[in-house]
């Protein structure tokens, strides 16, 4: 069991919310005017980008020690056509530079609510793909998914994080298209 | 019935005939030491980036007018760390330079050679994402492609491509830490 604190109570943190606690662990929410105390040992960062940095350089000393969950996609929403992080970046490497005594993971980013709530991809099982330089930081999220009804995918180290932002932006593109819908995408298969 | 010329006779380039065959096309191919002539309206580059370069360079005259598809991932692969094409550019945006008459398609770069054999991606059906500035081209493709067992999707701007190509990287890494298996992947699921 690991106690999770999810900063956000928006569709995203609260399915993600709802995933680690099938997974038997101890959720509980941050929502913007609550006090930053009693954190878990993991934290999941379910705000946009730009509030995700301010949440990361307000609570560096908060957060040491601790695994914090980057999900974001950093899309530049006027246009929908960009990301607003640097093209040789991403968003997980900006948030992990605010914060190097925490072990950052990107995860979640790939995964659209409706996908993580019903744990499928229009019928095929979900599955979130992680990607951190800590490779205890990646097991202790493989480990509290275990029974979550989403697989897991070690994607690499957090430089990955860049592959895994397109591939959020380029999903999040084609549904607001409607060329797959809300609840399909992009599946992961063995 | 659209005429199709494959640069490439390696696996990439058989099952991406195979595909068009089916589609009821004419396919011809052009291996390395054969004169290139007789091309059709399509001509798909299934060859590594290097090479699709090179031959983009010497054929700028006779691709004018055609949609020229390219289907790489210009992986570093000495490192299989990163992409050889500036992080802010794209395989496709660095040939659509070369051919400014041609109409450049991103595609293929995001199926491997044997979920386009078999249309299925671990029992999925193949979907193949396509990246373009020509609206015309994007139609041509899919069109030669209705009848060929593969499903067809519009993923927008030939500037997409970088991120299409992110997401062909990120699954040949997978696949080769065996997170994946190259019969599976990411499917496109509606």
Do not use: C
Request: no cysteine.
């Amino acid at each position: 069991m690991t106690a999770v604190t999810i900063f956000g109570k928006g569709n995203m943190g609260q399915a993600i919310g709802d995933v680690f606690q099938q997974g038997g662990n101890q959720v509980t929410f941050i929502d913007q005017s609550d006090p930053v105390e009693n954190l878990g040992e993991l934290i999941v960062l379910a705000v946009p980008y730009s509030a995700a940095l301010v949440i990361a350089k307000a609570n560096q000393a908060k957060f040491a020690g601790k695994t914090v969950i980057d999900i974001t996609n950093p899309l530049n929403f006027d246009t929908w056509d960009e990301l607003v992080v640097p093209a040789d970046s991403s968003a997980a490497a900006q948030i992990a530079k605010l914060l190097p005594e925490s072990h950052v993971v990107k995860a979640f980013n790939t995964t659209f609510a409706a996908t993580l709530k019903s744990r499928q991809v229009a019928g095929q099982q979900t599955t979130v793909m992680a990607a951190s330089d800590s490779a205890d930081a990646k097991a202790q999220l493989r480990e509290a998914l275990t029974d979550s009804g989403v697989a897991f995918v070690d994607a690499g180290k957090l430089k990955r994080a860049r592959e895994l932002e397109s591939f959020g932006f380029l999903q999040m593109t084609l549904a607001a298209q409607e060329q797959i819908g809300w609840t399909g995408g992009f599946a992961v298969l063995k």
